[in-house]
């Protein structure tokens, strides 16, 4: 629903912020989903009349008017809209006014001078119109700004009202709310019920033959009205809330429609027949439509209806679909002098059946499919006839015709406070409480040990529980008042956790056996890794009462219990083995006790097992590598470094370790035979290797804890693959040749792979055959083969200017 | 010229069905539908014929063209439909053979059973939190209420470090830690290890595993407890799981209670594992002693709690059937494996 916060200010005042306006209304459930801003108007936009008008020579659509703006001389003004015509009070844009970007100037149009510009409402932001210059009413006076004539600068918002709240759909009914959320007085057009001459010649013959469909039919005769353009504010008021106005009748309706939320209709009185010959009286027949029956919509459209359709019909033929639109044959125009006011309310399941079928939507339906309350009726009318005769003058005949059979006793509900607290969270006073509810009409009539009673005005069809109060009351006391209880309170580290479980994952996945040991450690155990006393001596910690000397020391390192868990299941027949353990080491840093979280993994024998249609590998150092740059990859751990991990009982050579910033993340290694026997493993017998592999869980958790997946578009050209093989020298690691290439062009070249190295005799000594496989990919065009083979050319430039090689 | 078109449609037809391959049926098409082929021939010859037969003799050699064209096309597919059915053929393997499985690792049992109870109370809105192994006194005693001369804190009871530490004996030290930097209220337990002077026997080991929860809200009451209680066994131990509590006593909780659960062997009806009490105690709880609460700065007239914990190994060897705690430090893979299916 679309409404002007201007003409909201009319029935109760507004924060003086629109911010404030619109966190009111969305914060008590009334969705503020559009805003769209009318700023003020530079005063030089003012009211003018058009005194006289000749055509421009030369041109189809140009007019040379003499315009009356209030000062001492007439100004002319050359003007193309089609609607410029002398006598018309239109806007006036003086030289020297800016409208958006543009600023008025005198201008010479087809050799015509013109000293400022007629302007239409999109010209002046007031709305998309463009079709001609603006129309004020004929008794505008001239010279006056044209802020005042539109109510500007204004806000036009548009609400989304749910559909249990068919009392929001008009201005009052958003200005009750407010008025209820914001504690602040409804300004409501006060409204009375005035009685029409007795002595009067109208008559009409009310019939409602469904009044199921059909819940309540009001009709108010009227004789003598002038029908003719609508006064200013209203003609500004339809403007606002989209409509185009039309005369002042048909104004009025759709002015009380956006003003009350209860839509209305107007009938030429003359044009509606009585049911028979006999009759003198016109007929309003509310009805099932005929099946086949046709009707010719006042959009212009011919519908033929069927019996599921609720018409509203003279005493022959349908004069308005029920709800929906009225027809052209009963519409009203510039002859018409006596019309049937109808104020009615119709089953929302109808009118959204009928709306839907004929695919036609208004204004009347969009708030006819919500379901009214029928007790609105007879007020809207009423308002609507005060306004008819303030505008259009003539004088009201009989009383109010009035179909209405169910006249239920309005609703009481209890409420009971402390319902409030435990349903909602905090306690209400019950002060509180009447204060919100009667600002809505819910009075309290009665308070009682069960609870306080309030009696429900008709109109809020959607209260019919206690439940339904205290949901009004937490809505209006705003759901920012509810405490919230956070027990969950970040003590828990769950990135740290995550990591964990991912780790140990990892290695179940790898077909790991994890073990876990205790914490104590035998000091002679570090000797037996090849670390020196004078090495050791001072990270340990020492126990007072170990229960015996080979746990007399909190553990420094998980590696020797697992070497004796290796013994332990090699002693057992178990030749392929992998074990690891996640578990924390004990250091005293020079006074200061560091508890870490590591992980140690032990492995020898098969990587896979036994096959009978392929052999395994043994567990070696492209196995261990794999697995330790797999886990690294899949975490996204940001490595600045590989280098040698050198340690006494590992074997020089076989051995890795990757760092971020100096310190250790992960690193491998072979077992030294040494240090194998030291923890009697003969490996000479085995005749198998032991891989170490030792990772930094805390270091881990601590370097990925703000990496975060961010979903890439998927490219939308193609990717090309190219194959790239070479002889250099054994001395370039694979790596430096991967990230040169890489160089080239970092945007073009999304990987580089290695898919065969080859050293052998027709390779010369010292040198090796590198096969590479690049894939290629442009996000922005399609790589074209000459662009591939042009990147490929830079490539192999890059590499024999590089390393001094001979491309193959 | 009408035999020679006959004579061509029948060689034609003969080679088209003896195609055996796409690239027969390649050449069969150059060789009679071809630039040189038979039947462009045939066009060539149509000039020599009296003009009244030319119209009808090139209606015929037309007819061939699309007649050929339609047996190539056959071929074609019958061709290609012979290759799907014999790439679809059987390969008769002898599907007894056992296919090539990804290695199978496993979790060590402490892990698995210290997940399963993460999950559980992490479900139940509780967070994980956890503190150093190596502790003071004030963490570890002092601030558990535990009198000076208490026997707990005896050299026979609790390793200390030459340093004047001393290894927790419990994870309430976390407990202790959490509510020292985080106001309730809370909701937390605490996974970790834990020392005491026990020797090795099938029930005791010097190192052991503990999970602790502590709740601190307001209008906790020993309900909650039980209620906690409760789930946490039917969560852990099956659906039929009763649990129940009896008067205990701690120094750091009061009430003080020893929770049990039916037995997990027999249901509850008697066994050995039992001693024929249908019930197995789990572990100690209570409501947090206000003593407790006052000495972390939390205002027992406002805040309550209630605190509860176990060993994971004994709940690990009740689960699983393992007779001796030992086991499960020995970190052999014939007892390990056979946790492979717990670890996916």
Same mark, same amino acid.
């Given at each position: 629903?679309?409404?002007?916060?201007?003409?909201?200010?009319?029935?109760?005042?507004?924060?003086?912020?629109?911010?404030?306006?619109?966190?009111?209304?969305?914060?008590? %459930?009334?969705?503020?989903?559009?805003?769209?801003?009318?700023?003020?108007?530079?005063?030089?936009?003012?009211?003018?009349?058009? $005194?006289?008008?000749?055509?421009?020579?030369?041109?189809?659509?140009?007019?040379?008017?003499?315009?009356?703006?209030?000062?001492?001389?007439?100004?002319?003004?050359?003007?193309?809209?089609?609607?410029?015509?002398?006598?018309?009070?239109?806007?006036?844009?003086?030289?020297?006014?800016?409208?958006?970007?543009?600023?008025?100037?005198?201008?010479?149009?087809?050799?015509?001078?013109?000293?400022?510009?007629?302007?239409?409402?999109?010209?002046?932001?007031?709305?998309?119109?463009?079709?001609? $210059?603006?129309?004020?009413?004929?008794?505008?006076?001239?010279?006056?700004?044209?802020?005042?004539?539109?109510?500007?600068?204004?806000?036009?918002?548009?609400?989304?009202?749910?559909?249990?709240?068919?009392?929001?759909?008009?201005?009052?009914?958003?200005?009750?709310?407010?008025?209820?959320?914001?504690?602040?007085?409804?300004?409501?057009?006060?409204?009375?019920?005035?009685?029409?001459?007795?002595?009067?010649?109208?008559?009409?013959?009310?019939?409602?033959?469904?009044?199921?469909?059909?819940?309540?039919?009001?009709?108010?005769?009227?004789? %003598?009205?002038?029908?003719?353009?609508?006064?200013?504010?209203?003609?500004?008021?339809?403007?606002?809330?989209?409509?185009?106005?039309?005369?002042?009748?048909?104004?009025?309706?759709?002015?009380?429609?956006?003003?009350?939320?209860?839509?209305?209709?107007?009938?030429?009185?003359?044009?509606?027949?009585?049911?028979?010959?006999?009759?003198?009286?016109?007929? $309003?027949?509310?009805?099932?439509?005929?099946?086949?029956?046709?009707?010719?919509?006042?959009?212009?459209?011919?519908?033929?209806?069927?019996?599921?359709?609720?018409?509203?019909? @003279?005493?022959?033929?349908?004069?308005?679909?029920?709800?929906?639109?009225?027809?052209?044959?009963?519409?009203?125009?510039?002859?018409?002098?006596?019309?049937?006011?109808?104020?009615?309310?119709?089953?929302?399941?109808?009118?959204?059946?009928?709306?839907?079928?004929?695919?036609?939507?208004?204004?009347?339906?969009?708030?006819?499919?919500?379901?009214?309350?029928?007790?609105?009726?007879?007020?809207?009318?009423?308002?609507?006839?005060?306004?008819?005769?303030?505008?259009?003058?003539?004088?009201?005949?009989?009383?109010?015709?009035?179909?209405?059979?169910?006249?239920?006793?309005?609703?009481?509900?209890?409420?009971?406070?402390?319902?409030?607290?435990?349903?909602?969270?905090?306690?209400?006073?019950?002060?509180?409480?009447?204060?919100?509810?009667?600002?809505?009409?819910?009075?309290?009539?009665?308070?009682?040990?069960?609870?306080?009673?309030?009696?429900?005005?008709?109109?809020?069809?959607?209260?019919?529980?206690?439940? @339904?109060?205290?949901?009004?009351?937490?809505?209006?006391?705003?759901?920012?008042?509810?405490?919230?209880?956070?027990?969950?309170?970040?003590?828990?580290?769950?990135?740290?956790?995550?990591?964990?479980?991912?780790?140990?994952?990892?290695?179940?996945?790898?077909?790991?056996?994890?073990?876990?040991?205790?914490?104590?450690?035998?000091?002679?155990?570090?000797?037996?890794?090849?670390?020196?006393?004078?090495?050791?001596?001072?990270?340990?910690?020492?126990?007072?009462?170990?229960?015996?000397?080979?746990?007399?020391?909190?553990?420094?390192?998980?590696?020797?219990?697992?070497?004796?868990?290796?013994?332990?299941?090699?002693?057992?027949?178990?030749?392929?083995?992998?074990?690891?353990?996640?578990?924390?080491?004990?250091?005293?840093?020079?006074?200061?006790?560091?508890?870490?979280?590591?992980?140690?993994?032990?492995?020898?024998?098969?990587?896979?097992?036994?096959?009978?249609?392929?052999?395994?590998?043994?567990?070696?150092?492209?196995?261990?590598?794999?697995?330790?740059?797999?886990?690294?990859?899949?975490? %996204?751990?940001? $490595?600045?470094?590989?280098?040698?991990?050198?340690?006494?009982?590992?074997?020089?050579?076989?051995?890795?370790?990757?760092?971020?910033?100096?310190?250790?993340?992960?690193?491998?290694?072979?077992?030294?035979?040494?240090?194998?026997?030291?923890?009697?493993?003969?490996?000479?017998?085995?005749?198998?290797?032991?891989?170490?592999?030792?990772?930094?869980?805390?270091?881990?958790?601590?370097?990925?804890?703000?990496?975060?997946?961010?979903?890439?578009?998927?490219?939308?050209?193609?990717?090309?693959?190219?194959?790239?093989?070479?002889?250099?020298?054994?001395?370039?690691?694979?790596?430096?040749? *991967?990230?040169?290439?890489?160089?080239?062009?970092?945007?073009?070249?999304?990987?580089?792979?290695?898919?065969?190295?080859?050293?052998?005799?027709?390779?010369?000594?010292?040198?090796?055959?590198?096969?590479?496989?690049?894939?290629?990919?442009?996000?922005?065009?399609?790589?074209?083969?000459?662009?591939?083979?042009?990147?490929?050319?830079?490539?192999?430039?890059?590499?024999?200017?590089?390393?001094?090689?001979?491309?193959? | 010229?009408?035999?020679?078109?006959?004579?061509?449609?029948?060689?034609?037809?003969?080679?088209?069905?003896?195609?055996?391959?796409?690239?027969?049926?390649?050449?069969?098409?150059?060789?009679?539908?071809?630039?040189?082929?038979?039947?462009?021939?045939?066009?060539?010859?149509?000039?020599?014929?009296?003009?009244?037969?030319?119209?009808?003799?090139?209606?015929?050699?037309?007819?061939?063209?699309?007649?050929?064209?339609?047996?190539?096309?056959?071929?074609?597919?019958?061709?290609?439909?012979?290759?799907?059915?014999?790439?679809?053929?059987?390969?008769?393997?002898?599907?007894?053979?056992?296919?090539?499985?990804?290695?199978?690792?496993?979790?060590?049992?402490?892990?698995?059973? *210290?997940?399963?109870?993460?999950?559980?109370?992490?479900?139940?809105?509780?967070?994980?939190?956890?503190?150093?192994?190596?502790?003071?006194?004030?963490?570890?005693?002092?601030?558990?209420?535990?009198?000076?001369?208490?026997?707990?804190?005896?050299?026979?009871?609790?390793?200390?470090?030459?340093?004047?530490?001393?290894?927790?004996?419990?994870?309430?030290?976390v407990q202790v830690r959490t509510m020292e930097s985080f106001a309730p209220p809370i909701r937390i337990i605490s996974p970790g290890r834990c020392y005491r002077n026990d020797k090795p026997d099938?029930?005791?080991?010097?190192?052991?595993?503990?999970?602790?929860?502590?709740?601190?809200?307001?209008?906790?009451?020993?309900?909650?407890?039980?209620?906690?209680?409760?789930?946490?066994?039917?969560?852990?131990?099956?659906?039929?799981?009763?649990?129940?509590?009896?008067?205990?006593?701690?120094?750091?909780?009061?009430?003080?209670?020893?929770?049990?659960?039916?037995?997990?062997?027999?249901?509850?009806?008697?066994?050995?594992?039992?001693?024929?009490?249908?019930?197995?105690?789990?572990?100690?709880?209570?409501?947090?002693?206000?003593?407790?609460?006052?000495?972390?700065?939390?205002?027992?007239?406002?805040?309550?709690?209630?605190?509860?914990?176990?060993?994971?190994?004994?709940?690990?060897?009740?689960?699983?059937?393992?007779?001796?705690?030992?086991?499960?430090?020995?970190?052999?893979?014939?007892?390990?494996?056979?946790?492979?299916?717990?670890?996916?």
């Amino acid at each position: 629903m679309i409404i002007s916060s201007r003409i909201l200010g009319h029935y109760i005042d507004l924060p003086a912020e629109l911010e404030q306006l619109v966190h009111t209304l969305t914060f008590s %459930g009334i969705e503020v989903e559009a805003i769209k801003e009318i700023p003020e108007l530079p005063p030089t936009v003012i009211s003018a009349r058009i $005194i006289s008008t000749e055509p421009v020579p030369d041109s189809n659509h140009l007019t040379k008017c003499m315009v009356d703006h209030g000062g001492p001389e007439p100004i002319q003004v050359v003007c193309g809209a089609p609607n410029c015509r002398e006598g018309l009070v239109s806007a006036l844009a003086l030289p020297g006014t800016k409208l958006g970007d543009f600023t008025i100037k005198p201008t010479k149009l087809r050799g015509v001078e013109s000293f400022g510009m007629l302007a239409s409402e999109r010209e002046m932001g007031i709305s998309d119109n463009h079709a001609g $210059i603006v129309e004020f009413a004929a008794d505008t006076p001239v010279g006056i700004s044209v802020n005042e004539l539109y109510e500007l600068p204004d806000a036009i918002l548009e609400l989304e009202i749910t559909p249990n709240r068919p009392d929001l759909l008009g201005y009052v009914g958003i200005a009750r709310d407010l008025s209820a959320s914001l504690n602040l007085p409804l300004k409501e057009p006060v409204i009375q019920k005035l009685e029409g001459e007795k002595q009067c010649d109208m008559g009409l013959k009310l019939v409602v033959e469904d009044p199921e469909k059909c819940l309540r039919y009001t009709a108010r005769l009227m004789e %003598g009205v002038t029908v003719k353009e609508s006064p200013q504010w209203l003609k500004t008021a339809l403007i606002k809330s989209g409509l185009r106005p039309i005369n002042n009748i048909v104004d009025v309706t759709n002015f009380v429609m956006f003003e009350l939320g209860q839509p209305l209709h107007a009938f030429n009185y003359e044009k509606l027949r009585p049911l028979s010959l006999q009759d003198v009286q016109p007929a $309003i027949v509310v009805r099932k439509a005929r099946a086949g029956e046709k009707f010719e919509a006042l959009d212009g459209k011919s519908l033929e209806l069927d019996e599921a359709d609720l018409v509203i019909a @003279d005493g022959q033929e349908a004069s308005a679909l029920a709800g929906v639109i009225g027809g052209m044959a009963s519409s009203i125009d510039e002859n018409t002098h006596r019309i049937v006011l109808e104020s009615a309310c119709f089953q929302s399941t109808t009118v959204r059946a009928s709306s839907t079928k004929h695919k036609v939507s208004t204004d009347s339906s969009y708030r006819f499919e919500r379901q009214l309350s029928p007790f609105a009726a007879e007020t809207v009318s009423h308002r609507a006839v005060e306004l008819i005769l303030e505008t259009a003058g003539g004088k009201l005949c009989g009383d109010l015709y009035d179909a209405f059979e169910q006249v239920p006793e309005p609703l009481r509900l209890t409420l009971r406070p402390q319902r409030f607290e435990e349903l909602i969270g905090y306690r209400l006073s019950p002060q509180e409480i009447t204060r919100y509810l009667e600002a809505l009409d819910c009075k309290l009539v009665q308070e009682n040990p069960d609870g306080m009673v309030f009696q429900i005005p008709h109109r809020r069809v959607d209260l019919t529980r206690e439940a @339904d109060l205290l949901e009004e009351l937490a809505r209006l006391a705003g759901y920012d008042r509810i405490p919230s209880r956070t027990s969950i309170s970040g003590i828990m580290d769950r990135h740290a956790f995550k990591n964990r479980r991912k780790i140990e994952d990892w290695f179940v996945q790898a077909a790991f056996h994890e073990a876990l040991n205790f914490s104590f450690s035998d000091p002679a155990q570090y000797e037996a890794l090849g670390l020196s006393t004078a090495d050791v001596q001072d990270r340990l910690l020492k126990l007072v009462n170990p229960q015996s000397s080979n746990q007399s020391v909190m553990r420094i390192s998980l590696l020797p219990q697992l070497l004796e868990n290796l013994r332990h299941n090699l002693h057992h027949g178990e030749r392929d083995l992998k074990l690891m353990e996640i578990g924390k080491i004990y250091c005293n840093v020079k006074g200061k006790i560091e508890e870490k979280l590591v992980l140690t993994a032990v492995m020898t024998g098969k990587a896979q097992a036994e096959h009978w249609l392929q052999k395994s590998e043994a567990v070696g150092l492209w196995y261990v590598k794999g697995l330790v740059e797999g886990l690294l990859q899949s975490m %996204g751990l940001p $490595i600045t470094e590989t280098k040698e991990h050198s340690q006494p009982w590992l074997a020089p050579g076989d051995n890795l370790a990757w760092l971020n910033n100096g310190r250790i993340c992960a690193s491998f290694g072979r077992l030294k035979t040494q240090t194998a026997e030291n923890f009697d493993i003969d490996l000479g017998i085995l005749k198998q290797e032991i891989w170490v592999l030792e990772l930094d869980i805390d270091l881990i958790a601590e370097l990925t804890r703000d990496r975060e997946t961010v979903f890439r578009d998927l490219p939308r050209y193609p990717a090309v693959t190219r194959d790239l093989s070479f002889v250099i020298q054994t001395s370039v690691p694979y790596s430096q040749i *991967r990230e040169a290439i890489q160089a080239v062009a970092p945007e073009l070249i999304s990987e580089v792979q290695i898919f065969d190295q080859y050293l052998g005799e027709s390779i010369p000594q010292g040198f090796r055959s590198v096969s590479l496989r690049l894939k290629l990919l442009d996000r922005e065009k399609t790589l074209t083969d000459e662009r591939v083979d042009e990147l490929l050319a830079s490539v192999r430039e890059m590499l024999s200017r590089t390393w001094q090689i001979k491309m193959r | 010229m009408q035999d020679q078109l006959r004579e061509a449609a029948r060689q034609a037809q003969t080679a088209i069905a003896a195609c055996q391959t796409n690239n027969d049926i390649l050449n069969a098409r150059a060789q009679f539908l071809g630039k040189k082929s038979l039947v462009n021939s045939l066009y060539s010859k149509l000039k020599d014929l009296p003009d009244a037969e030319k119209p009808a003799f090139g209606q015929l050699i037309n007819d061939l063209r699309s007649e050929l064209e339609k047996l190539l096309a056959q071929r074609e597919k019958e061709l290609k439909e012979q290759q799907r059915l014999q790439q679809d053929a059987s390969k008769a393997q002898d599907l007894s053979l056992p296919g090539i499985m990804p290695g199978r690792g496993s979790l060590h049992p402490l892990t698995v059973v *210290r997940r399963e109870i993460e999950d559980i109370f992490m479900a139940m809105g509780f967070e994980i939190a956890e503190g150093p192994d190596i502790e003071d006194e004030f963490h570890n005693f002092d601030a558990l209420n535990t009198p000076q001369d208490h026997p707990s804190r005896n050299l026979a009871d609790t390793f200390y470090l030459e340093n004047g530490l001393l290894l927790r004996t419990q994870t309430s030290t976390v407990q202790v830690r959490t509510m020292e930097s985080f106001a309730p209220p809370i909701r937390i337990i605490s996974p970790g290890r834990c020392y005491r002077n026990d020797k090795p026997d099938p029930s005791h080991s010097p190192v052991f595993h503990q999970v602790e929860a502590l709740a601190v809200d307001k209008h906790l009451s020993m309900a909650d407890l039980k209620d906690t209680l409760q789930n946490f066994a039917r969560l852990m131990f099956g659906a039929g799981m009763k649990s129940r509590i009896r008067p205990h006593f701690f120094p750091f909780t009061e009430p003080s209670a020893e929770m049990d659960i039916s037995c997990v062997s027999c249901g509850g009806h008697g066994c050995r594992i039992c001693k024929n009490s249908g019930w197995l105690e789990l572990g100690g709880a209570g409501m947090v002693d206000p003593a407790v609460l006052k000495t972390l700065g939390i205002d027992p007239e406002i805040w309550s709690g209630f605190a509860l914990g176990m060993g994971i190994e004994r709940i690990a060897m009740l689960k699983y059937n393992i007779p001796d705690m030992r086991i499960l430090f020995e970190n052999d893979v014939r007892a390990l494996r056979q946790f492979s299916g717990e670890s996916l």
